[in-house]
């Protein structure tokens, strides 16, 4: 008896202690869970982790989905909430700057893809419309079991991001718009100049002419 009433007087540093050795026990499985972050939609699928500062995106594996009557050529990486790119115009999914997507990686699972006809995406049999693209788009999306993501989109790609909200707004979280326009007849047109650049970059980079500065 005197031994239970010895123990109980000193309930306070025996249950701290018993909580103390809970935690030890505990936490090494704890951040091995924490450290094993899986892709958004691919339960299945481990995250990867850069350890270069800029990492080349390319060394990434290319994966294939079929969506309606094209299969698309697409890379799932990073952690966190799903951001998925559209491309500028002519421009593969390996297109974007390894700095950038390394930083956008740390805190999104990032989809990048190729549009139907471009890099390894095969080009089907259905028209390109933007209406279309981003119909393809949308399979994507749900293909890989993604409700919704964020979504961004650079020049060309931009037109189609804000395409892919106004048919799917229930699919965007956040709609990030990078060198665009909102188009329509309210817009400000470009400059002669602006649009006879634009167009020989396009032309030189569907040549695979090499492409100068100006000074």
């Known amino acids: 008896m005197y031994f239970l009433r010895k123990i109980r007087g000193n309930r ?9 050795l809970a935690v030890i026990v505990t936490l090494p499985a704890i951040m091995t869970t924490a450290s094993t972050n899986r892709v958004y939609g691919q339960p299945d699928q481990v ?7 800029s990492p080349n995106i390319q060394n990434i594996p290319v994966q294939k989905v079929q969506v ?3 299969d698309v050529a697409y890379k799932m990486f990073g952690k966190g909430d799903p951001i998925i790119l559209f491309n500028g ?4 999914m390996d297109a974007w700057d390894p700095s950038f997507i390394s930083d956008l990686s740390s805190n999104h699972t990032v989809i990048v893809f190729d549009q139907r ?7 089907g049999s259905k028209p390109y419309t933007e209406q279309q693209l981003a119909n393809d788009t949308a399979g994507l999306l749900d293909a890989l079991k993604i409700p919704k993501a964020d979504v961004m989109g650079y020049s060309l790609g931009s037109y189609l991001a804000q395409q892919l909200t106004m048919m799917y707004p229930e ?10 326009s909102c188009g329509g007849i309210d817009h400000t047109p470009k400059p002669a100049e602006f649009i ?3 167009s020989d970059i396009v032309n030189k ?5 090499p492409i100068t500065q100006r000074k």
């Open 12 to 20: 306070s540093p025996i249950l701290i202690t018993i909580f103390l």
């Open 117 to 123: 006809g471009i890099g390894n995406t095969t080009a």
């Open 171 to 180: 699919k965007v979280n956040r709609l990030v718009l990078v060198a665009s």
């Open 89 to 92: 115009a002519s421009d593969n």
């Open 205 to 209: 980079s569907l040549n695979n002419i």
């Open 47 to 53: 995250a990867l982790n850069f350890t270069d500062s």
């Open 68 to 70: 309606g009557d094209i």
């Open 196 to 198: 006879k650049l634009q």
